[in-house]
């Protein structure tokens, strides 16, 4: 499919209350995007781990291969009944080439193929004392390369929650000339409230560019308190839209007249010195 930067973008972030029931989640999945596909999102995002608890615990049990896992044909389908892009959130993926898990996330065009996946490149391994410790990498791997789609709107950059915390993959997508960079994530209620929104507002300046991350809703019963928070953020740092802890969907329309207007009005793309430091988008591997 074309690229052509003049088709117009209406991107849903789907704040999905998750559960323990994989077939619940996948239903509610696609209920809510095909909510917000008769409401005009031709992009729609789901958020991390979906389909499954997040918790080191859960993921073995809900992996599933992105050959014939049921997830995957939900998410194609739903994208191809929506006839929107879809970024799949992620699920927990076992490859059975190597028996691992990865936490990942796959990328729907509007026929319900396959444009993209990503698997999180930087595992969330923290330990804030007295306050909350995780470990991804109990259970799993990292990815080993960063991901750029394309789509009818341009180029988009996609990464998975911690991912975020990482300046170079946002800086790599724009200057390789994506117009937004997506996050499926799941913040929590210690560092939701200190980081979320910092680190989107920081990416999307820096880059002059849209910033998205989608979380679950909360569940307060759950092993995980997710932040929720979904928020979409412009190229100006501004916030767009953004919800509080309950499962919603929020709407914002991704306008790149804007977007180049900004970037022309405070021209960073011409005013860089690379003489003083490297481009890292021309290092990538
Ligand atoms: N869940 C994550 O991957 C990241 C996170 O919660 C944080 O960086 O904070």
Not at 31 to 49: D, F, K, M, R, W
Not at 84 to 104: C, H, M, Q, V, W
Not at 235 to 258: F, N
């Amino acid at each position: 499919m074309a690229s052509t930067t003049s088709t117009p973008c209406k991107l849903a972030l789907v704040q999905l209350a998750v559960t323990a029931d994989k077939e619940a989640n996948l239903a509610n999945a696609r209920t809510h995007v095909l909510q917000a596909a008769s409401n005009g999102a031709n992009l729609i995002v789901l958020p991390e781990c979906f389909n499954s608890p997040y918790g080191t615990n859960f993921f073995p049990e809900y992996a599933e291969t992105l050959k014939d896992g049921p997830s995957v044909k939900a998410l194609s389908s739903m994208a191809k009944d929506a006839n929107a892009f879809l970024i799949g959130g992620s699920i927990p993926e076992r490859d059975p080439t190597d028996n691992k898990i990865y936490n990942t996330c796959t990328v729907y065009n509007p026929k319900g193929e396959i444009i993209g996946t990503h698997r999180k490149v930087h595992l969330f391994d923290i330990d804030v004392p007295g306050k909350i410790r995780f470990q991804e990498s109990e259970t799993l791997t990292a990815g080993n390369q960063l991901t750029q789609v394309d789509t009818d709107f341009g180029k988009i950059g996609v990464g998975i929650c911690y991912d975020i915390r990482f300046p170079e993959p946002a800086m790599i997508a724009a200057r390789q000339g994506c117009f937004a960079m997506i996050y499926p994530g799941a913040f929590n209620m210690t560092t939701g409230p200190l980081h979320w929104e910092l680190l989107q507002r920081a990416r999307a300046v820096d880059n002059q560019m849209f910033v998205a991350a989608c979380s679950p809703a909360r569940d307060l019963t759950a092993g995980y308190h997710a932040w929720g928070h979904s928020t979409i953020v412009g190229p100006d740092g501004l916030v767009l839209q953004t919800t509080d802890e309950k499962q919603s969907i929020i709407y914002a329309e991704l306008d790149r007249t804007k977007m180049n207007e900004f970037r022309q009005s405070i021209p960073l793309t011409n005013q860089r010195r690379f003489d003083l430091y490297a481009d890292v988008s021309k290092v990538n591997p």
